[in-house]
Nanobody, 121 residues
């Protein structure tokens, strides 16, 4: 199971840090990712971190502003979001997969419940 937390209301240009705690998984062997879904839109890839060497990949829209990190000892993955924009208001989901990094939702078998991020203008 995955449990996401850390969402909230922030002004444009502000920062938030999301966390996702995992249980029941051999955490260190999973690729972990963050997706987001705004009302009326499809779920979109935000970023991912690999299980083996901690390589990361990001959507072009967040590159340089968002950072994913993982702590295999604590079974957590975090998403540091800086310089947030109003159009990034969405429910953010963490996900896990026993595969190489992927940008498509169906590659991930395990999902957290989502945490709401609202960016005001």
């Amino acid at each position: 199971q995955l449990q996401a937390s850390g969402g909230g209301l922030v002004q444009a240009g502000g920062s938030l840090r999301l966390s996702c705690a995992a249980s029941g998984l051999t955490f260190s062997t999973y690729t972990l990712a963050w997706f987001r879904q705004a009302p009326g839109k499809e779920r979109e890839f935000v970023g991912a971190i690999s299980w083996k060497v901690g390589s990361t990949a990001y959507a072009d829209s967040v590159e340089g502003r968002f950072t994913i990190s993982r702590d295999n000892a604590e079974n957590t993955v975090s998403l540091q979001m800086n310089s947030l924009k109003p159009e990034e208001t969405a429910v953010y989901y963490c996900a896990a997969a026993r595969s190489f990094m992927s940008t498509v939702p169906y590659a991930y078998a395990y999902w957290g419940q989502g945490t709401q991020v609202t960016v005001s203008s």
